[in-house]
């Protein structure tokens, strides 16, 4: 029976594409690396930022490079990339909607928690949520499925009861690794193939689709 719903945020509630991809520009280009205007970015959204960056960079996740460029990325998304964002269509109103049915909603992303809370006050949705679980801003609980463990302790939830939402395959895959079913959004960043790969119990094309599909998987 699932009671509990954790969702991600940047995909899946937001679209948070020109916030992100400019800050990371910034940042590159703070380190000595600009990148070209018409190079396609949109690849970081949701995974772990400092990997993404480093990736671009071509060095080691941690070396010192990798780390500046996410100071750089901080400094611009802390004041302005924030809310270079948007909502997704019916989120408000799915959300209401699961809350009016008795699910508990978690917040379950790898922005940083701080910034995480800032966008759904922001754009008033944190009222829907139990709790707005994010990441460290030291990088702790970045990865998905460490989050997601930490939420199944903090908040005493067990796994069977719990149901996973986002656009990518580290949802998918965070949430199996912790004994969850998934839900993966197709309007997101996650491609088909990566989603046909991660094989999430059910895919759905809208989120307004949500809470009819969970109650089919109740079944």
């Known amino acids: 029976m699932i009671k509990n719903i954790l969702i991600d945020l940047d995909g899946t509630l937001t679209d948070p594409q020109v916030g992100i991809t400019r800050s990371a520009r910034y940042g590159l280009n703070k380190v000595g690396h600009p990148i070209a205007d018409d190079l396609n970015i949109d690849w970081i959204i949701g995974p772990p930022l400092q990997a993404s960056l480093a990736k671009i960079l071509n060095v080691a ?7 500046q460029a ?9 004041v302005k990339g924030l809310y270079e964002n948007y909502v997704f ?7 209401n909607s699961l809350q009016q049915k008795g699910y508990r909603l978690f917040l379950a992303t790898a922005k940083p928690e701080v910034y995480a809370t800032q966008i759904l006050q922001h754009f008033d949705l944190l009222q829907y949520f139990v709790h707005a679980y994010g990441s460290e801003l030291n990088g702790a609980r970045t990865n998905k499925a460490d989050l997601i463990a930490y939420i199944l302790e903090k908040e005493q939830l067990k796994a069977a009861e719990c149901i996973m939402v986002g656009d990518r395959e580290h949802d998918i895959l965070g949430a199996r690794h912790n004994g969850i079913d998934s839900i993966a959004v197709e309007y997101g960043y996650g491609t088909a193939d990566e989603l046909d790969q991660a094989q999430p119990q059910a895919r759905i094309q809208k989120i307004a689709q949500l809470p009819a599909q969970i109650e089919l998987l109740q079944h």
């Open 61 to 67: 996740v941690d070396d010192v490079l990798a780390e």
């Open 70 to 78: 996410l100071m750089g990325y901080r400094e611009r998304f802390a």
């Open 89 to 95: 269509a019916d989120v408000a109103e799915t959300l």
